[in-house]
């Protein structure tokens, strides 16, 4: 998250106090849109506005409370606060009541009003994050296992539609939990294959004396234990998909074997010297690159270009932080149909979590972090805190009083500067008298103290 805070339309006939107001709101890191006038205010406002709005409630012409309501017919969530004399207080209740979100009596505090505005900001930005994760989520319905606006993941999802309908055999390259074995199974939903099996097998989960016979099975009594005849992986995905994942851990035996497998398209099962025909596709994943001699270590060359026809890479979630929210959206609402939950609104805590972590998961935690916000068992977050020389000092203070520190830094700069000459001091802040003289007093500011050596 930047400094920055957003947006803050306000809304005063008074020009005196636009200006003082946006010298405070640009202290407090806000970008201020100052307008005279409710009508052309509310020129600038539509559903998709990222701030919100500050008005005085008294003003010719359309007053704040009618400013209120045309904003709230527009989009309800976007945050109003209303500045109001003494005697509209009881307007400003009722206001409240109707979904304003705040009110601030004059004359205010600076500290009070920046209070307000952090949090209705924050509100805002949670809001509109929110609708964005839940549209996200809705336009990639089609696409769910593979989520995302990343080029790498566009690039990923037009070459599968390319090589679906081929029988070319596929290496998927990518770290633990990147999705590897949802791309294989997405590459057999979308092919002519689709009606016939996907046939998964883990290389590394198997111990080397079962996994010869997992892939090419055996006949009765082939070795001892083996009472029936097995149809092995390799045959059993014939017309479809066989899916070998981490690959990189076949023995070396069984290389050999495979790599003759997908030369010929032909299996003899233990325990017979018959030799079958199989039609299939081989998709196989690693977590390694096995281009490079040194992490490719005892995996055979030949096999490795024999299977490096098409390569994917799918890449780990911090080389895509842009479609992470996109993704907790989709696995936040699918963990909460599982556990019977409503799905949560994303906190701020959370979305600091999801843009600021590592995933070293990647995928697979994230997934696995989902289930626990839709359990609402979540951790204890810490809001990430970025920090800008324009904006922030000490990080133990907040905002409110770090704005207050700083405008007194630069009021007691400019008087010692020009020496207690209230008129300098006046134009080189260019700030109205009568908000000066405000500012003195709220900071407690002698200025006869620099009059002294003048």
């Known amino acids: ?116 505005l952090h949090r209705a900001s924050e509100k805002r930005h949670l809001v509109l994050e929110n609708r964005r994760l839940k549209d996200a989520v809705a336009r990639s319905a089609g696409d769910m296992p593979l989520i995302g606006e990343a080029p790498a993941m566009k690039r990923l999802r037009k070459t599968l539609r390319q090589i679906a309908d081929t029988n070319v055999d596929v290496l998927v390259e990518g770290e633990t939990g990147t999705g590897k074995e949802v791309v294989a199974a997405l590459l057999h939903r979308w092919s002519n294959r689709h009606a016939k099996p996907f046939v998964a097998l883990n290389c590394g989960a198997l111990p080397e004396s079962v996994i010869e016979s997992e892939l090419f099975g055996h006949e009765a009594g082939a070795f001892t234990g083996a009472q029936r005849r097995r149809i092995g992986r390799i045959e059993h995905s014939n017309g479809g998909t066989l899916f070998l994942d981490e690959i990189e851990s076949m023995p070396p035996l069984l290389q050999v074997k495979l790599l003759r497998v997908l030369e010929t398209r032909q299996i003899t099962p233990l325990g017979t010297n018959e ?38 890479r799918i890449p780990p979630l911090r080389e895509r932080s842009e479609d992470i929210p996109a993704l907790f959206g989709h696995f936040l609402e699918r963990a909460s149909k599982r556990f019977g939950q409503p799905v949560r609104e994303m906190t701020a805590a ?54 207050r520190r700083y405008e007194a830094t630069v009021i007691h700069e400019a008087l010692q500067e020009h020496r207690g000459d209230m008129q300098q001091v006046i134009e080189t802040l260019g700030i109205p008298r009568k908000t000066f003289y405000d500012k003195l007093k709220r900071h407690g500011i002698n200025s006869a103290d620099y009059q002294k050596n003048r």
Request: hydrophobic share 45%; with cysteine; glycine share 6%.
């Open 1 to 116: 998250m930047s400094a920055e805070k957003g947006r803050v339309i306000f809304v005063d006939d008074d020009e005196d106090l636009l200006r003082a107001a946006k010298q405070m709101l640009e202290l407090a890191c806000f970008v201020p849109i100052l307008f005279r006038s409710a009508e052309t205010a509310l020129a600038t406002i539509d559903k998709d506005f990222e701030g919100l709005v500050v008005s005085d409630i008294r003003m010719p012409g359309m007053d704040g409370l009618q400013l209120f309501e045309r904003v709230k017919a527009i989009d309800p969530d976007i945050p109003v606060v209303l500045i109001t004399g003494h005697g509209d207080v009881e307007l400003a209740v009722a206001a409240i009541k109707d979904g304003a979100y705040d009110f601030i009596p004059k004359p205010y505090a600076t500290e009070r009003l920046l209070e307000t």
């Open 275 to 312: 030799t079958r025909s199989i039609d299939l596709r081989v998709v196989a994943a690693t977590k390694v690159d096995l281009g490079d001699p040194a992490t490719r270590r005892d995996f055979r060359e030949d096999l490795y270009f024999r299977l490096n026809v098409v390569t994917l």
């Open 350 to 403: 959370v979305r600091d979590h999801l843009m600021g972590h590592k995933w070293p998961g990647n995928v697979r935690e994230l997934v696995h972090f989902a289930d626990r916000v839709a359990l609402g068992l979540e951790p204890e977050l810490e809001t990430s805190v970025v920090s800008t020389q324009k904006c922030v000092t000490a990080p133990s203070l907040s905002l409110a009083e770090k704005v």
